[in-house]
């Protein structure tokens, strides 16, 4: 393995905050674009030039990344607190449910891993127990990946 290769859970944080990135960066995108249309004539460059429409723009990408940021933290820190499942192969946080391939039903992507869960599976087990709760004594010897930053 190279020195820059991804762990699960880095790869887990990378898809979480992508789309918050996403939307700053196309309000920023959008102000720029605003901007530079300001001189041209016609009613956009007037309704830029007088309205602060590039400013308008970039607010709103800011507003809309601390949003998606902020919701995916409460859900990053339900999952460490065990309030939502996780993978049964990596540990990591479950992508939202979606329809699964052929009619299969509901499934959910791991964040880390990529693995497809199916829905059903919690729905039969909604909380997994981790291995150091289950095995009396071993809290000290196996760490979970709950407790990585």
């Known amino acids: 393995?190279?020195?820059?290769?991804?762990?699960?859970?880095?790869?887990?944080?990378?898809?979480l905050y992508l789309p918050a990135g996403l939307a700053?960066?196309?309000?920023?995108?959008?102000?720029?674009?605003?901007?530079?249309?300001?001189p041209a004539p016609g009613g956009l460059g007037t309704l830029s030039l007088y309205s602060n429409l590039p400013a308008w723009a970039f607010a709103a990408g800011i507003a809309l990344a601390l949003a998606i940021a902020g919701v995916q933290t409460v859900r990053l820190r339900l999952w460490d607190r065990g309030a939502i499942p996780g993978c049964y192969v990596c540990g990591c946080l479950l992508a939202p449910p979606r329809a699964a391939r052929h009619g299969l039903g509901m499934a959910r992507r791991c964040l880390g891993c990529g693995k497809l869960h199916g829905v059903n599976h919690y729905r039969l087990m909604p909380r997994l127990v981790p291995l150091p709760v289950a095995v009396k004594g071993a809290a000290d010897a196996v760490r979970s990946v709950r407790s990585s930053p």
Not at 1 to 15: K, L, P, T
Not at 24 to 38: D, M, N, P, S, T
């Open 1 to 15: 393995m190279g020195g820059g290769d991804m762990s699960y859970v880095g790869r887990m944080y990378f898809r």
């Open 24 to 38: 700053l960066a196309g309000g920023a995108i959008g102000a720029a674009a605003l901007k530079a249309v300001q």
